[in-house]
C-alpha cells in the first residue's frame, strides 16, 4: 500500500519489521487491512484499510421508504441492532414531528438497554478471549442468550430485530416476555461479578491490557472519540445523560468513567 | 440555553469577528445551524473552536452532502457538527458550493479526526480538501473512477448483465 519499498529496507535497517495484519485475520473480529511497521511485538505505525466491508447502506436508502430502512440499520452494528432501530425511529419521528407515548419510550429504553449489556457482553467477553481466557465468555454468553429471547419474545428475531416501528412499538411486552426479563434481571447480576473475579484481577489479563495503547483525554477530544471509549478515557460524557431521549431524563443510573492519568 | 438564544449568540459573536451578512442562522428542529459563505470556513471554525466563551473544541462529525435540484451555486454541501462538552451547547455549520469548484481548506490542523472524515467526503462526493495530509480514497477501492454518493449515480451497476428481472421477482 502506502509503505514503499524504500521505506521497508529502513526498517530493516533499523531493526523494525513490516507485517501485514489482515484484511482477514481472527484478532481483527472483522475484514480490515493494517500494514504494522514493528519493533519487536510494539506496533510503531499502521496504515489501516478499513473498506472491505462498506455496504453502501445510504445509497441503498436513497430509494426506500423509510420503515424499510429500518432493516439496514440491524446491520450496521449487528451486537446491539435494537439501539441503531431505535435511533433511526427516532430521527424520522423528530423529521415527521411524531410524539411518542410514555410507555413506548420506556419499553424501548428497557430494549435498548437490553441491547447495550448485549453488546459489552461481547466486547468483554471477546478481549477476554483474545487475551487467552476463554471461561468467562462461554459463562457469560449464555447471559447473551437470553437477551435474544427477550428480543423474540418482543419481536420474533434474534440477531437482526427490526425491532420497534416509526412512532412507537410494533407490540406491547408479552407476559412471557416480562418472565424472561424478571429472569434475566435476577441471576445476570451475579454472573457479572464473578466474570469480573475471574477477568478482570487475572494476572494474564492485566499483564497483556494495562498500558497498552492508551489514550489521553486530550487525544480523544482531539480524535473525536465517542461512547464508551471516550469515557474509557476520562471525559464524563453520556449522550443519555446529557442530551437524553425516549425519557432518559426519568431514570437514574451511575455512568462509569475511567480514572486512570496517563 | 434554548436553542435559538444560543444560535442567536453565536451569530452575533460571529458577525462581530467577521462582519455583517457572513453567516445565516436557521433552527432545524433542536440545532442552531449556520450557513456561513465557503472562504471563511477555516477561520470561522477557528474561531468557533478557539473563542473562550464559545469553545466548540470536539468535531462531531462531518459529511457531504449533494442536492442535483438546487440552485447550481448550492449543488454541493458540507456539514460541520461540533459540540461544546462543557456548557453542552450543540451547533451545525453548513457551506455550499457549486460542482464546478470542490476545494476546501482541511480542517485536520484543527482537529485531526477530520482526517478520515475528509477522506470520506473525497471518496464518496470529490470533495477536494487542500492541506490535507492524505486525501486518498478510504472505503472504496482506490482505482474506482467516479464519487458513488453522488445522486446521479444509480443504485445498481446499469452495466451488470447478472442481475436479470426474473430472478429477483421484478
Not at chain 1, 438497554?113 to 487467552?132: F, K, N
Not at chain 1, 478515557?233 to 431524563?249: H, K, L, Q, T
Request: proline content about 4%.
Amino acid at each position: 500500500m502506502d509503505i514503499k519499498q524504500s521505506e521497508i529496507l529502513e526498517a530493516a535497517e533499523k531493526n523494525f519489521s513490516v507485517l501485514n495484519l489482515g484484511p482477514t485475520h481472527p484478532a481483527t473480529h472483522g475484514i480490515f487491512q493494517n500494514i504494522l511497521k514493528m519493533d519487536g511485538e510494539i506496533v510503531m505505525e499502521a496504515e489501516s484499510t478499513i473498506g472491505y466491508i462498506h455496504r453502501a447502506f445510504e445509497k441503498i436508502a436513497e430509494r426506500r421508504p423509510y420503515n424499510q430502512i429500518t432493516t439496514l440499520t440491524d446491520r450496521l452494528n449487528y451486537c446491539s441492532s435494537p439501539i441503531n432501530n431505535m435511533a433511526w425511529h427516532m430521527t424520522v419521528e423528530k423529521l415527521i414531528n411524531a410524539e411518542i407515548p410514555k410507555r413506548a419510550q420506556y419499553l424501548r429504553v428497557i430494549i435498548m438497554e437490553l441491547a447495550r449489556i448485549a453488546d459489552h457482553i461481547i466486547c468483554d467477553t471477546v478481549i477476554a478471549v483474545d487475551t487467552g481466557a476463554a471461561t468467562g465468555y462461554f459463562h457469560l454468553f449464555q447471559y447473551r442468550e437470553m437477551i435474544y429471547e427477550i428480543y423474540e419474545e418482543v419481536c420474533g428475531a434474534r440477531l437482526t430485530t427490526n425491532i420497534g416501528r416509526i412512532g412507537g412499538l410494533e407490540r406491547d411486552f408479552s407476559p412471557k416476555a416480562w418472565e424472561k426479563l424478571r429472569k434475566f434481571m435476577s441471576t445476570f447480576p451475579a454472573a457479572l461479578k464473578e466474570f469480573d473475579k475471574l477477568v478482570t484481577r487475572n494476572r494474564i489479563f492485566m499483564d497483556r491490557t494495562i498500558g497498552v495503547g492508551c489514550v489521553s483525554k486530550e487525544m480523544a477530544m482531539k480524535y473525536s472519540f465517542s461512547g464508551p471509549n471516550m469515557r474509557a478515557a476520562g471525559i464524563d460524557y453520556d449522550v443519555r445523560a446529557m442530551n437524553p431521549y425516549s425519557s432518559y431524563e426519568d431514570f437514574e443510573f451511575d455512568i462509569p468513567v475511567g480514572l486512570a492519568e496517563l | 440555553m434554548i436553542v435559538s438564544e444560543l444560535g442567536q449568540y453565536i451569530q452575533d459573536k460571529i458577525v462581530a469577528k467577521f462582519g455583517e451578512g457572513t453567516s445565516k442562522l436557521e433552527i432545524h428542529y433542536d440545532f442552531p445551524v449556520l450557513i456561513v459563505s465557503k472562504s471563511l470556513v477555516y477561520d470561522l471554525l477557528d474561531f468557533l473552536k478557539n473563542d473562550e466563551s464559545l469553545a466548540f473544541n470536539y468535531l462531531t462529525t462531518m459529511c457531504g452532502a449533494h442536492y442535483p435540484n438546487a440552485h447550481t451555486e448550492m449543488e454541493f454541501g458540507l456539514m460541520y457538527q461540533l459540540h461544546n462538552f462543557e456548557n453542552n451547547n450543540r451547533v451545525r455549520i453548513k457551506v455550499f458550493m457549486p460542482k464546478s469548484d470542490l476545494n476546501m481548506k482541511s480542517m485536520t490542523p484543527l482537529w485531526p479526526a477530520a482526517n478520515w472524515m475528509e477522506r470520506e467526503a473525497y471518496d464518496f462526493y470529490g470533495f477536494i480538501f487542500s492541506g490535507h495530509p492524505n486525501l486518498k480514497r478510504i472505503l472504496n477501492m482506490d482505482d474506482m473512477n467516479y464519487h458513488p454518493m453522488r445522486k446521479e449515480y444509480p443504485l445498481e451497476d446499469a452495466t451488470r448483465h447478472d442481475k436479470e428481472d426474473k430472478y429477483f421477482g421484478r
